[in-house]
């Protein structure tokens, strides 16, 4: 009887720990996305929303005529995308007053033949305009990493192909 009583104690206390240890990670994962809202929120007026407008539109313009990926934009209407993206990217980098209009990210784009390849060719003419335009670190590593994140997402339904899905350098 003295061990099955130890054994509820030890049970209840190991219990405890972890939903002190719970509550803990949920505090600190709050902690981290107020941290990284802040940081965004910085981010955003950091750049500022004309500066923005006007970064996106030298990347699609390099884009529209990128002859690996340029093909893939043709039929697009230049401006709208522009727009879209600029709701997007402004609400990512912290924008608060910023909503994004357009379709969901997946959904718009399982329309389109798009591979690893002209995936990893969008962000670098991205980092390259990013770059030469004179974006502060901070902010090209933030939007980079977002951007490299967003592959799921943009490649589902290169995913479920099989065929030409990968780049030569992978």
Known sequence: MMQEKQSNETNENSSQDQKNQSNENSSQDQKNQSNENSSQENLYA????????????????????DVMIGYLFAKQDQAKLIQREWEWTAKFLGAKDIEYQ???????????????GHFHRRNQILLKVLRRMQVDPKIIDFWMDHQNRMINTILAKAQEDTHCNKTANE
């Open 102 to 116: 357009g379709e969901a990210l997946g959904k718009v784009h399982q329309k389109h033949p798009i591979r690893y």
């Open 46 to 65: 950091l750049l500022g929303g004309e500066r923005l407008r006007e970064i996106l539109t030298v990347f699609y313009q390099e884009v529209f005529a």
